[in-house]
């Protein structure tokens, strides 16, 4: 259980067939969060929080650790001949990078950033995709969910924590004192049952009537037609929030509301919502819209959002049926 990730990385691309150029873009984005996440460390002696007065294409304020965060990843993959191109939640258009490479990596450098300057937990979150034949475009990387070669993310909290799936399972890694992440955990497994939720309660009011049921089934607690207490999470983070269910179980909601008729989530679909499906999916969880497996939406923008039920099993299956009625 100790293996280094180089180490792991070379033996698990030999068991499963998967081609050495896939390890190495994982290895560029581990060096990259190590440097993210000396920065998150250092705070405000590095002079890093705070706003960066500046937005981002979404119309979003953007902290100084966003902008860092986000040039450290471009800069790093920018200088691997296996990245052909890359697409980050800031920047407006992909970045072409190495037109012989082989894959392309899609990513939001620093999730929750609102809870930057009071000390909780934050993360990146990556989608590695292989580049289809001819010209690099937009279209290269609309693919669906499934088509993920890769997909994890990294956690800066009490310990900074390397999650990936190369679509073998899951495995967690630790970054030690030598800034080395190192295994400590192999293929964990969501519970399909559970009696944890997460979501945004403020936001109640602007809910379609399938959450809203679902809500007031799960507050009524063992009293109720559930049969059972339930507990609510939220950290405002979705890295958080999905490591939390990958760890002991439970369900995420970011439903659609009412607020914005034209936008059928506030979570972005190619950054977000996808590479942490795929983890949810692979250790043996669910995640939809409400109404369609994540992994099975066809994508019509980089920048698409959607809104989000991921986790334990029985509980997305469950939100899923009362959307159907």
């Not at 002079?47 to 960066?52: D, F, K, R, Y």
């Not at 100084?64 to 258009?93: H, M």
């Not at 997460?198 to 089934?217: C, D, F, G, K, L």
Request: glycine share 8%.
């Amino acid at each position: 259980m100790s293996a280094t990730l180089p180490d792991f990385i070379a033996q698990h691309l030999s068991q499963n067939g998967l081609p050495a150029e896939l390890g190495s873009v994982i290895h560029t984005l581990a060096r990259a969060c190590t440097d993210i996440s000396r920065q998150v460390r250092a705070g405000a002696l590095g002079g890093v929080l705070g706003s960066a007065g500046s937005g981002n294409v979404q119309g979003e304020e953007q902290k100084k650790l966003d902008v860092l965060a986000n040039r450290l990843l471009i800069n790093a993959l920018a200088q691997n001949t296996a990245v052909a191109g890359l697409a980050s939640e800031e920047e407006d258009s992909f970045v072409a990078t190495n037109e012989q490479g082989r894959y392309l990596v899609l990513f939001d450098p620093l999730d929750g950033s609102s809870n930057i300057d009071v000390n909780i937990s934050i993360g990146t979150i990556f989608s590695v995709l292989e580049k289809p034949a001819g010209a690099l475009n937009t279209e290269s990387f609309l693919q669906p969910g499934r088509a993920q070669a890769a997909s994890g993310y990294v956690l800066y909290g009490p310990q900074t924590l390397l999650v990936f799936t190369l679509g073998h399972g899951v495995y967690v890694f630790t970054l030690d004192a030598a800034q080395e992440f190192v295994l400590t955990q192999a293929l964990p497994q969501i519970a399909a049952d559970s009696a944890e939720f997460a979501i945004n309660m403020s936001n109640q009011r602007h809910w379609e009537a399938p959450v809203q049921q679902y809500i007031v089934e799960l507050l009524a607690g063992s009293t109720g037609s559930r049969g059972k207490d339930y507990n609510m999470r939220w950290v405002a983070s979705m890295v958080a929030e999905v490591h939390r269910i990958l760890m002991r179980g439970g369900v995420f909601l970011y439903p659609k509301d009412a607020r914005d008729p034209n936008k059928p989530g506030k979570l972005r679909l190619m950054y977000e919502a996808n590479p942490l499906s795929l983890i949810v999916e692979q250790a043996g969880g669910a995640a939809c819209d409400a109404h369609t497996r994540m992994l099975d939406i066809r994508p019509i923008g980089l920048h698409q959002r959607v809104a989000v039920v991921l986790g334990s099993r029985n509980e997305v299956d469950y939100v899923h049926r009362l959307h159907q009625t």
